[in-house]
C-alpha cells in the first residue's frame, strides 16, 4: 500500500478487533473480563461476545457519567457518525471547550471497551448498545429526545407527506423519500428554520418550548387548537398513534442550539474538603477508634463466650438477640449489627453446627486474640474490606417482605467491595487531613456511575457509600472524616502532600489545569495476596506506635474499686473480669470489687490467699484494708453450706444457720425440709438451689456424689474449624497478567487457524468446515510438511468429541503420532493421527 492510500475501514466489529495490538486488546478484556469467561476460540466469537445484552449492559453501568452520555448522542446519531457530528451533539453550536476537550477521552473510552468501532469519519455503535439507547415510546431516551422525521413518517401517506412539505414552504416532489429527506434538511438547517419558527404563533413556540428537553410525546385532540394545528401542518408535530404526538428529534435538535443534553457534564464534580485537620490529629483519632474496636470485638466474642445466640431457622439472629448483643455493647442496634457481621466476615463467629444450633466464637479467635492489637486491627480492617455482606441492610425488607437479619441471608451486595474502596480513594485522593462532606462524595460516586432507568429509584451505591463513610470511622480507618496514615497503607495507597503543598504545586500537563478536586482520583488496582499483605503489615506498623501499651497494674481504692489507667495485659484483665465487674469504661476502666464477684473468683477455684497474692502483685496502691476484709468474710462463709444432688440438699455441720434458711421467708420457694439437724432436701435441681441461697445472701459451695467441693469454671464453648464467609463476587474477577497473556495468545492463534487462507482444493467449497481427507493423504500430506517445512491447517477431534480447527508446523510423524508446533496454543504438541479429521496447506502467500 502506498503512503497516498488511506487504510482500509473495519467493516465490522470483528475486523476492528483484528486490527488492534495485544496492548489495546488486554485493555479491552480488563474492562470486561466477562468476555474472556470461557476464553473465545477467535475474534469473531469475543466480536459476538462484546455484542451480546447481557456483556453490553454490565459495561454500560461502568461507564462514567459524560462517557454515558456519548454514547447515547451516538446512539441518536446517524449510523455511522462522524466525529465532527457527534462533537456538534455533545458541544452544541457553540462548541463548549471544555466539553470539547473531555470528548476525545470519553470517545477512547468506548473504543477500548469495544462499544463504539471505526475511524473518526465512520463511528458506529455497537447494534445492541443503540438498541438499548436509542429512543422508544417503550423505552424514552436519557437525552429526552424522540424518533428522527424519517422513523416518524414511516406509516404516513404520501399524500399526507406532500401536503406537509407544502405547507412547510418547500417544492413538492415526486416520491415520497424525497419529501422526507427535503424536509429534514429543512429542519437541520439553523437559518431556515429560525426563518420558519419567527412565523409561528407564540401559543405554539410554548408547545414546543415544553416539549423540547422530553418527553417529547403529547397528546392532542381529533380537532386540535390552531397553534397545535400550525404545528401538525408544518410537520413540527408529527402523529404517532391516534391522539398521541411527537416532537421529530431534528427539531428539538434545532430548539436546543444542537446539544443532546440538556446539561452535559464533562468533568467530575469536586470531592470538597469540609475540615482540614493536623494528620498527627488523624491518626491518633483513628488510633483510639481502632482501639476500641478491637475492644468492642473482644467484648461481643466474651459475652458469647459459653454459647451464643440461638440460630434462626431461617439463619441469622433474631430481632430480641440482637437487642441484647446491643445492651450488652452499649451501642445502638445498627452498630452492634455491624460489629457481630464484621466479627463474622473475619471468621471469628460462626454457628456451631449442633442439633439446638447456636453462634460461637469459632478457633480462630484463639488465635486471633493471641496476636499482636495491631494485626488483630489490619486483620479486621481487611475482613470489612473485602466482605460482600453489608450489615447497613439489617433491619429492612428483602424482595419477599421479608426482614433482614444479622448474621442471616440476603444481606451480600457484590458491589459493597468496589464502592468501599472507591470511597476511600476518592479520600486518598485528598491532602493529608482533608475531610470531605458525605454529599461531595456521593456526587463524585453518582458521576462514575450513574444509574439508568429504574435503578435510579434505588440507589445503592449511595446507600453503601454513606455507609462505608459511618463504618470506617468507626473501624479506626478514618478519623475525624479523613484518611489516616494506616488507612491509607491499608489500601496501598502512596502518601499525599499537604493541603498547602498541593495548592502550591504547578500544573505538570493539561490535566492539572483542572482545580485539584476536580482531577480524577487514581484508580487503586486490586491488591494481590502478596501485595494485600505487604499493605497488612504496612498498616500494623503505622499503627504500633498510636496504640497504648498493655499495662501490668492496677490502682486498688479504698471505695472497693480498681482504676485500669490503660488498656490490661491479656491476664491480668482476663482475672479482673472473674474478680470484679466492669463499673464504667472509658479512657480508663473502673472495677468494682462485689461479693458476688469474689464469690465467682472462688468458685473458679482461686482460694482468699491467691486472690490477696494477685492484687498486692498488681496494685501499684496498697491492697484497701476493705477490699482485704471483703475476701476474706466471703472466703470464710464460702463452701460452708453444701449443695448436692437429691434431686438436692444442702448440709452444715452448723444447724443453727440451717435453722435461718429454713426461717427465713424468700427460702419458701425452694421448698427444704429438714432430712437431719445438718441436712436440708428439695425436689428443686442443685443449680436453682445454689442461686437460691446466694440471692438470699449466702455462700454455698456445690459438692459431688463423692461429698468434694466442685470448682466452677466458665467452659468456653468454641465451633468446629469454620472459615471465613467467601465474597460474592461482582461477575468474573478482573484477569492478571499471565492469564491475559495466555487468552491473548489462545485468540491470536485460533483467529489465525480461521482466517489464513487454505490453497484451494478440488470439490465442493467448504468454507468454514474443517478439512476432510482420508487417513492415506493426511499422513502423506504431514510427512511432506516435515521435508518442506511447510505449515498445515488440520481439523482436530479431542477425547471429550470437541472438533477444533488448528495452524500447526509438523516436526516428526512415526508411530501413527504427528509432533507440530501448534501455532494455536503457541507450543509444541503431540497428537493421535486417528484424531485428525483432514488437512489442508496454508496459501503460499501466508507465512
Known sequence: MSSAEKPVAPRSLAEALRARDDGSLAALLRARPDLITPVPTDLTQLAT???????????????????????????VA???????????????????????????????????????????EQLRLVRTARELLAPSPQHPSPTGLGPAVRESTAGMSPGRIQEIVTAAGLPSTHDSVSAIASLTALFTDRRRMAALLADAPRE?????????????????????????????????????????????????????????????????????????????????????????????????????????????RAGGLSVRDLKRTAVALDVPEPVAAFWVELAYAAGLIAADGEADERYAATPAYDEWLEEP???????????????????????????????LSALGPGLDRSAAPEVRHRVLALLAALPEGAAPSAESVLARLSWERPLRGPQRDDD?????????????????????????????????????????????????GPGDKLPVHHRPAPALEPLSPAERATAAATAARLLTPLLPEPLDHVLLQADLTAVAPGPLRRPLADMLDVLAEVESKGGATVYRFTPGSVRRALDSGRTASDLHAFLTE?????????????????????????????????????????????????????RLRRLAPTVLATPSDAAALLEGLRAMGFAPAAESAEGDVLITRALAHRTPPRTAPEP????????????????????????????????????????GELPRTSAAETLATMQAAVLTGETLWIGYVNAEGSATQRVIAPIRVEGGFVTAYDHTSDEVRTYPLHRVTGVAELADEQP
Open 49 to 75: 461476545r462484546a455484542g451480546t445484552r447481557a456483556s453490553v449492559v454490565r459495561a454500560l453501568e461502568r461507564l462514567d457519567r459524560f462517557t454515558l452520555q456519548t454514547a447515547e448522542a451516538l446512539a
Open 78 to 120: 446517524a449510523d455511522p457518525a462522524s466525529y465532527a457530528e457527534l462533537l456538534a451533539l455533545m458541544a452544541g453550536d457553540e462548541r463548549d471547550p471544555v466539553v470539547a476537550a473531555a470528548l476525545p477521552r470519553a470517545l477512547g473510552t468506548l473504543r477500548e471497551q469495544a462499544l463504539v468501532w471505526g475511524d473518526d
Open 204 to 312: 405554539s413556540r410554548e408547545v414546543l418550548s415544553r416539549l423540547v428537553w422530553g418527553p417529547p410525546y403529547g397528546q392532542v385532540t381529533a380537532d386540535p387548537a390552531a397553534h397545535l394545528r400550525w404545528l401538525l401542518d408544518r410537520g413540527l408535530l408529527l402523529p404517532t398513534a391516534p391522539g398521541t404526538v411527537v416532537l421529530p428529534r431534528e427539531v428539538a435538535l434545532h430548539l436546543r442550539e444542537g446539544r443532546a443534553h440538556r446539561v452535559t457534564e464533562p468533568v467530575p464534580p469536586a470531592v470538597e474538603a469540609v475540615a482540614t485537620h493536623r494528620p498527627q490529629l488523624v491518626d491518633a483519632t483513628a488510633a483510639g477508634q481502632a482501639y476500641t474496636a478491637l475492644t468492642t470485638v473482644e467484648e461481643l466474642l466474651k459475652d458469647w463466650d459459653e454459647g451464643g445466640p440461638s440460630v434462626l
Open 373 to 403: 492489637a495491631p494485626q488483630r486491627w489490619s486483620r479486621l480492617a481487611q475482613a470489612w474490606l473485602a466482605a460482600t455482606r453489608t450489615p447497613g441492610l439489617v433491619g429492612g425488607r428483602d424482595g419477599r417482605d421479608r426482614t
Open 460 to 508: 445503592l451505591r449511595a446507600r453503601l457509600a454513606r455507609w462505608t463513610l459511618a463504618e470506617a470511622e468507626q473501624l479506626g480507618v478514618t478519623g475525624r472524616g479523613a484518611l489516616s496514615a494506616h488507612g491509607r497503607a491499608l489500601l496501598g495507597a502512596p502518601a499525599r502532600k499537604s493541603a498547602a503543598s498541593e495548592s502550591a504545586a504547578e500544573p505538570a
Open 618 to 670: 498488681h496494685s501499684r496502691t496498697p491492697v484497701p484494708q476493705p477490699l482485704a476484709y471483703l475476701i476474706d468474710d466471703v472466703a470464710r462463709r464460702h463452701g460452708h453450706l453444701r449443695v448436692g444432688a437429691a434431686s438436692a440438699y444442702v448440709r452444715c455441720d452448723d444447724d443453727a444457720l440451717l435453722n435461718e434458711i429454713m426461717a427465713d421467708k424468700r427460702a419458701a420457694g425452694l
Open 728 to 767: 460474592v463476587p461482582d461477575g468474573p474477577p478482573v484477569p492478571d497478567a499471565h492469564l491475559l497473556a495466555a487468552a491473548l495468545r489462545a485468540v491470536r492463534a485460533g483467529d489465525l487457524a480461521s482466517t489464513t487462507p487454505r490453497k484451494p482444493t478440488a470439490g465442493p467449497d467448504t468454507a
